[in-house]
T-cell receptor, first 113, second 116 residues
């Protein structure tokens, strides 16, 4: 079945450093979405990428959609303690018409001051 | 915009009782609502999809008689955990989407259920 994989599963980062988390789909996606879940909280929508090769920035966060629309990345520069949380990517299920999403396992980010 | 509320935020109940969780889209009409279950440090596991006025569709392995879903209006869906047991203890999260905003899902704050 359709799978969305994320690496790494855990990311320990020193405050001020950069890091990247990757998302890979077993199928071509019409779009990819990223969500952030703070500890004890719920997932919050960050962004949606639709076009092949698309790059979008939100302050220190840079999101990229691969040319083949099967992978995506999230790059965070100058990590801050507010970046702590789990970042999930999700893509539409290819066999569904109700808008179901296939979520990756998430990358849990821990920031050391 | 796109605010989803969930009630209650936390519930403790005795084994064998039923618990109802409400999910409301506050500022938009939700074409579809989704119910997820999340275990600690794990990803979101989709339980069921509900559309207003029609029966919910359940994911494989999810007991529909155990987890009753009602989508009475375009702004309200409810999940009832019937005859709850300790293994039903979990974090339950709903999300809602509208055809007008594409496939983005907006999540409620979640309900932590503890069954004693």
């Amino acid at each position: 079945g359709q799978q969305v994989m994320q690496i790494p599963q855990y990311q320990h980062v020193q405050e001020g450093e950069d890091f990247t988390t990757y998302c890979n789909s077993s199928t071509t996606l019409s779009n990819i979405q990223w969500y952030k879940q703070r500890p004890g909280g719920h997932p919050v929508f960050l962004i949606q990428l639709v076009k092949s090769g698309e790059v979008k920035k939100q302050k220190r966060l840079t999101f990229q959609f691969g040319e083949a629309k099967k992978n995506s990345s999230l790059h965070i520069t100058a990590t801050q303690t507010t970046d702590v949380g789990t970042y999930f990517c999700a893509g539409p299920r290819t066999t569904d018409s109700w808008g179901k999403l296939q979520f990756g396992a998430g990358t849990q980010v821990v920031v050391t001051p | 915009g796109a605010v989803v509320s969930q009630h209650p935020s936390r519930v403790i109940c005795k084994s064998g009782t039923s618990v109802k969780i409400e999910c409301r889209s506050l500022d938009f009409q939700a074409t579809t609502m989704f119910w997820y279950r999340q275990f600690p440090k794990k990803s979101l596991m989709l339980m069921a999809t509900s559309n207003e006025g029609s029966k919910a569709t359940y994911e494989q392995g999810v007991e529909k008689d155990k987890f009753l879903i009602n989508h009475a209006s375009l702004t309200l869906s409810t999940l009832t955990v019937t005859s709850a047991h300790p293994e039903d203890s979990s974090f339950y999260i709903c999300s809602a989407r509208s055809d007008r905003v594409g496939e983005t899902q907006y999540f409620g704050p979640g309900t932590r259920l503890l069954v004693l």
